[in-house]
Structures are given as C-alpha cells and as structure tokens.
C-alpha cells in the first residue's frame, strides 16, 4: 500500500454529494454522525487528512483547478448525469481500470454500475457504499395500509411475497393497482369523501423508467451495440399499453393527496422522507414473470466519484477511495438501507432485488438526443414515425459515444 501520512485528499463536492462528505462533531443527522465517524476512522488509519469542498458552481471549480494545473482537488463528487458527465466527455477524468487498489470486485463498490457506464471498455465513475449509485434506483412504491375490504388481509404483504417470488408483473401491478383504486373510491364515496382517482399514478416522464426497468435497452453503454427495432418496439409497446390504463399529469402530488396507491420514486428521494413504516417498495415490474427484474437508474441528481485526470499522486488517491468505500460499508451503507426499508426484513430482501437488478444505460448518462422527453411525447402523443424516431436517437447517441471514446484515446496516448 502507498505511504499516505500527511497526504491530503481534497474531495469536491456539489450540492448532491455534500451530504456524504461533508459532517462535522456537531451534525445534526444521524447520517452526518456516521460520515465524521468514518471519516476520523480513515484519518486514524491511513495517516491522510480529509479536506472536502462544497461550490456552488461545481464545474466550473473543477474545470478552473484543471486548466491552472494546481490540482486542488484530487476526488470529485457528484452528479454523475451532470457534471461528471461533461468532465468525462472532455476526457478530464482519470482512468481506474487497472487500478491496482480498487477492489471493485468486493462488494463496497458496484462494479455492474461502473462496468456498464465505462466508455470504451475504460472506467473513470467509481460507484461505491460512500456514494452509491444504485440509490438513484426507480422503485415502485405503495401505501402499507392497503387492506381487503376490512378483512384484515394485508395486500402490502402479499405483494412483497409476489415480488420475492419473481411473479411482480405488469399485468399484475395493473390488475391490482385497478382492484385497490376501486376498493379504495367505494370506501371514500361512502364516506363521504374524495374519491381515489388512480391506482397507480405516474407521470410521462415516468414511461421511461418504466420501458427500462421492463427490459428494454437502447445502447449498450459497452460495446456501443444497438437492440433490435422488433424488441425495442415490443418492450415499449408493452409500456404504453399500461401507461395508457393509469397515468396522471403530477403523480408525486396525487401519491401525495392520497388519490393514489401506488408510484414511481427514486430511492433517494424515498430515504429523505422520513415516513417510516407508512410506506412499502417493490421493484419494477417485468414484462413477463420468466423475465429478471431490473431496476432502472436514473444517473440525474445521483452522486459518483472520480479522481481528475493527470492528478499527482493518483494511487495515493485511489488507495484512499478504496479505504473508505470499505469503511462506509460499514458506518453508512446500514444506515442508508435502513432508512429506505425501515428495518422490515421483507422489504429488506425486495430492497435487494432492486439493487440486484440496478441497471444504467450510455444514453441516461450522456444525455444525447432526450431519450426521456422524447418517450414521454410518444407515450402523451402515440407512436407515428416510431421507428424513424429511434434510428435517429440511436444515431445520435452511437456517434456521441465514438465522440468520447476517441477523446479519451487521444488522452491516454
């Protein structure tokens, strides 16, 4: 291992990975008290000194530090479908492939995320328990509270059964977001009160997630190979014939009134709620149950780590990441689950479905020709020019990926 007393890792952080970096003795979340304790933890046994950097601006501060060559920073964290995008479409981010202290294979770190967001065979994204990836996961989630017209079944604890036995589908998300909708109206208009609207609500952005949590792809993000139009059409077919049964113009509001049982959120989104039991999760549905579950990913707002290219020191870097992915494997990770599952042993194991089945895709990462906006009109406006649609989103996002791994080439000779 390299010597690293005295050696000072400088982490710069946006508004998205501040909370994982930065704590202080006197912090006043439980999650802050765990990332100064591992923080201290790593102080003590590698002799570094932890500095870390919030800005406002964070692009700008890596790209300035960059081109004066001072190297300020020696990590990034942040938004992986945001800045370190960009920094990796400018070949500005260091190459860990080969890294000879990332044990990538340990389960600190999520290799399948950073495989699949490697760029010509290449990582630069670390994703790992200090920052991981896979909470930016879209999960479907339900109220707790779904009984059987007063029989005192519990339908939240069936459907977990149903998805830990690999049958959550969206044949059966439909029927029984339609059953509970219409349980659920009968009892409001007895009572007197609103009726719930929709069983299931999502937005048209939501269409998305959904498409690729059901299987479908675009580009593989590393071989740069396309899908078939045929599955392609099929997998979205299936989608919007869903999304057709049950949607809403703001499904977070109307989860949020009570007019709906069920919705699409991230997990991170689901951890800062602070609704304890009150809420379940399930993954995304298959399209068929002899299909896997794969849980979509949205690279928006989700924090990664890298180190900037030509950093001095970069191993004594590495070796640093390393030791605190393992570290918050311990201090962190725990407290992050826990704050999604609430300590439920059965949404625990559907919680690892759902990181099990994490799933990123190139064109998320990069943007390139608005694959979310673009489903979410097809879904609002019907499929016309369907296929010409795709070939040209698939051309797009083809040639930006050649754009970038030409540049990262070119870096690295």
């Not at 081109?67 to 945001?82: E, F, I, K, M, Q």
């Not at 779904?146 to 939240?156: A, C, I, P």
Request: net charge negative; aromatic share 10%.
């Amino acid at each position: 291992m390299p010597d690293t007393e005295g050696f000072v890792l400088h982490t710069l952080c946006d508004a998205r990975a501040e909370k994982f970096f930065l704590a202080d003795e006197t912090g006043t979340t439980a999650l802050s008290h765990r990332v100064y304790a591992r923080d201290r933890h790593l102080e003590e046994e590698t002799g570094a000194v932890l500095v870390e950097s919030a800005v406002s601006d964070f692009l700008a501060a890596a790209k300035a530090d960059l081109l004066s060559g001072a190297y300020t920073y020696n990590l990034y964290t942040a938004d992986a479908g945001g800045s370190l995008s960009k920094l990796l479409a400018s070949a500005s981010l260091h190459d860990v492939t080969d890294s000879a202290y990332l044990r990538t294979d340990e389960p600190w770190f999520d290799r399948k995320v950073m495989d699949e967001l490697a760029v010509g065979g290449r990582r630069y994204l670390i994703s790992s328990s200090a920052v991981d990836a896979r909470l930016g996961a879209v999960a479907v989630v339900y109220r707790r509270a779904l009984e059987d017209g007063g029989t005192g079944v519990n339908e939240s604890a069936a459907m977990t059964a149903v998805a830990l036995e690999g049958a959550f589908t969206l044949e059966y998300l439909l029927s029984a977001s339609r059953a509970s909708g219409a349980e659920q109206t009968a009892a409001a208009v007895t009572d007197g009160e609103k009726p719930v609207s929709y069983g299931f609500a999502f937005d048209a952005d939501d269409v998305f997630a959904l498409y690729f949590g059901a299987g479908g792809d675009f580009i593989d993000a590393g071989s740069g190979t396309a899908v078939e139009y045929e599955t392609f059409a099929e997998k979205l077919a299936s989608v919007l014939a869903f999304y057709g049964e049950a949607s809403v113009t703001d499904s977070t509001a109307a989860f949020e009134r009570g007019e709906a049982l069920f919705t699409l959120m991230k997990l991170s989104d689901l951890q800062n709620r602070g609704d304890g039991g009150t809420l379940g999760i399930l993954p995304l549905p298959k399209a068929a149950a002899s299909d896997a579950y794969r849980s979509y990913i949205d690279l928006g707002g989700t924090p990664m780590t890298a180190i900037p290219a030509g950093v001095p020191s970069a191993g004594k870097a590495e070796y640093l990441v390393e030791r605190m992915a393992f570290l918050s494997y311990g201090y962190v990770e725990p407290l992050m689950r826990e704050q999604i599952d609430g300590g439920d042993a059965d949404d625990g194991a559907v919680l690892r479905l759902i990181f099990d089945g994490a799933a990123c895709e190139s064109a998320n990462l990069y943007g390139y020709g608005d694959l979310p906006g673009w489903l979410s009109s097809v879904a609002k406006n019907g499929t016309a020019r369907l296929e010409m649609e795709y070939y040209k989103r698939k051309t797009l996002c083809e040639k930006a990926l050649s754009i970038v791994e030409k540049r990262l080439a070119a870096a690295q000779n």
